[in-house]
């Protein structure tokens, strides 16, 4: 069984560019969910996709986007980065739908820095 | 705006000590899960507790709801170095079952 997988593990972006980040999924879940976790901080509740559509959203500005796949894979988008978007961003997916709160697992991120 | 609090923010503890974690809230969450983030490594889920008052145990971890399903707690017995890492806390909110809010969480340190 393979476990949540992201893409790339770091990367270094300047201020005003655009950023996409990958995750594929654990075989047999269909539903993906994208946190924020700024640095000595708890991940904080970027957005949820269930069977490709968004099934509930945090406190983001609209610049932060995403995708999910046929596959259930995942992208998050982020336009116009910002200095504080510097951070590590995790994704984590689930085997149930429609939020049920059951258990995440979570890939091991990806470490955004903006200069 | 629902909030999760965890106290202390660090630990550092001597190995064969006791300890306690708390979580606290205002809200009521339909369940609360407690997870172990390790530097470099997303968070990996330890326990659920769904039932206010429920205490579950994982070898020398304990962990409660309070009755209310408003805060928990974790308290680790004789703790060892590999018990080192972030502890977060995460509520599943009666609203939103999809958006899981997380804790600030505390960093544990385990001296040998």
């Known amino acids: 069984e393979t476990g949540v997988t992201q893409s790339p593990t770091h990367l270094i972006k300047t201020r005003g560019q655009q950023v996409t980040l990958r995750c594929s999924s654990q075989?047999?879940?269909?539903?993906v969910s994208w946190y924020q976790q700024a640095l000595g901080q708890g991940p904080q509740f970027i957005f949820q996709?269930?069977?490709?559509?968004?099934?509930g959203r945090g406190n983001f500005p609209p610049r932060f986007s995403g995708l999910q796949f046929p596959n259930y894979s995942s992208e998050l988008n982020v336009n116009a980065l910002e200095l504080d978007d510097s951070a590590l961003y995790l994704c984590?997916?689930?085997?149930?739908?429609?939020?049920?709160?059951?258990?995440?697992?979570f890939g091991s991120g990806t470490q955004l820095s903006v200069l | 705006t629902q909030l999760l609090e965890q106290s202390p923010q660090f630990l550092s503890i001597q190995e064969g000590e006791n300890l306690t974690v708390y979580c606290n809230s205002s809200?009521?969450?339909?369940?609360l899960q407690w997870y172990r983030q390790e530097p470099g490594e997303g968070p990996v889920l330890l326990v659920t507790?769904?039932?206010?008052?429920e205490v579950k145990k994982l070898k020398r971890l304990t962990f409660q709801f309070g009755d209310a399903r408003k805060d928990s707690s974790l308290h680790i017995t004789a703790a060892q170095p590999g018990d080192t890492g972030l502890y977060l806390c995460?509520?599943?909110?009666?609203?939103?079952?999809?958006?899981?809010?997380f804790g600030s969480g505390t960093r544990l340190s385990i001296r040998p």
């Open positions: 984590a997916s689930s085997p149930g739908g429609q939020g049920a709160g059951e258990k995440l697992f």
């Open positions: 075989s047999g879940h269909n539903t």
């Open positions: 996709y269930y069977r490709e559509e968004e099934n």
């Open positions: 809200s009521v969450f339909s369940s």
């Open positions: 507790v769904v039932t206010g008052g």
């Open positions: 995460a509520g599943v909110p009666n609203s939103s079952a999809s958006k899981i809010i």
